[in-house]
């Protein structure tokens, strides 16, 4: 065992414990903006209940008025035209306002009728307002400050990344220079590392299975292999000293 081989492979443990944290932090980073924009929809889809339910109720308000008003109007016109059926001058005008005052009758009925349904509808929306209320009362703060907590931790996922990265960059001049230059090889191509660890036989990089005299090896740590499937350089490190994000 070499100094050089040993001090790499101490090297590329923590550059591989780095990545590894880099990985979780990515991943935060793509995952994180869907969660939010999940969060955002619920918050905007219970505001909009609310405002719904308020303007249905303020409509059948409105028409409740209307009717009662044109109600009113009906009688008031039927009073007037009794009073004319009295001073009529024959048959003929005698039954053109019966036919008047039948008309609004007709209509003074219809319009209670949907006096009653409005009574229902508007008991069913009030339930709705306050169904509504209900919801943002009890959910919409925690759903907003879940909101800011994935906003949080976008921005510390981002900050964690960059001081990664630097840690990296300066961890990368300490190896020799022909595991660096593979090291740097291999990154470039896969995009997020260099190196893998093997969890059991299989490479953490790509999840194939590493042959079993090759785990043996790896896991002596004296000696510098690579994933045949994914060209990674293959280190071991104990389960219990994986970085936790
Ligand atoms: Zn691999």
């Known amino acids: 065992m070499t100094m050089t081989v040993e001090s790499d492979i101490q090297f590329l443990i923590q550059m591989a414990q780095k990545d590894l944290q880099m990985k979780e932090n990515k991943r935060i980073l793509e995952t994180a903006p869907l969660t939010i924009r999940k969060l955002e929809k619920e918050v905007s889809d219970m505001d909009e209940r609310y405002t719904e339910a308020e303007a249905e109720l303020e409509k059948l308000k409105k028409e409740e008025i209307r009717l009662d008003g044109d109600v009113k109007d009906d009688r008031a016109a039927i009073v007037t035209k009794k009073n004319e059926l009295l001073i009529v001058k024959d048959n003929k005008e005698y039954a053109a306002k019966t036919s008047e005052i039948q008309f609004l009758e007709n209509k003074i009925e219809g319009h209670e009728n949907r006096g009653l349904e409005i009574l229902t509808l508007l008991e069913a929306e009030k339930k709705e307002v306050a169904a509504a209320t209900e919801k943002i009362n009890t959910e919409k703060d925690t759903k907003l400050a ?18 990664l990265e630097k840690e990296r960059a300066g961890t990368l001049p300490l190896l020799s220079e022909r ?18 660890n093997l969890i059991g036989a299989v490479c953490q990089g790509c999840f194939s299975r590493v042959p079993p005299q090759q785990v043996h090896e790896v896991r002596r740590n004296d000696t510098i292999l690579t994933c045949e499937a994914c060209g990674r350089i293959l280190i071991y490190f104990p389960a219990d000293q994986e970085p936790k994000s």
């Open 146 to 163: 879940a909101k800011k907590d994935w906003e949080d931790k976008i921005e510390e996922a981002k900050a964690t990344l960059a001081r």
């Open 179 to 196: 595991i660096r230059k593979r090291y740097e090889r291999i990154l470039k191509v896969k995009g997020d590392s260099g190196v893998a």
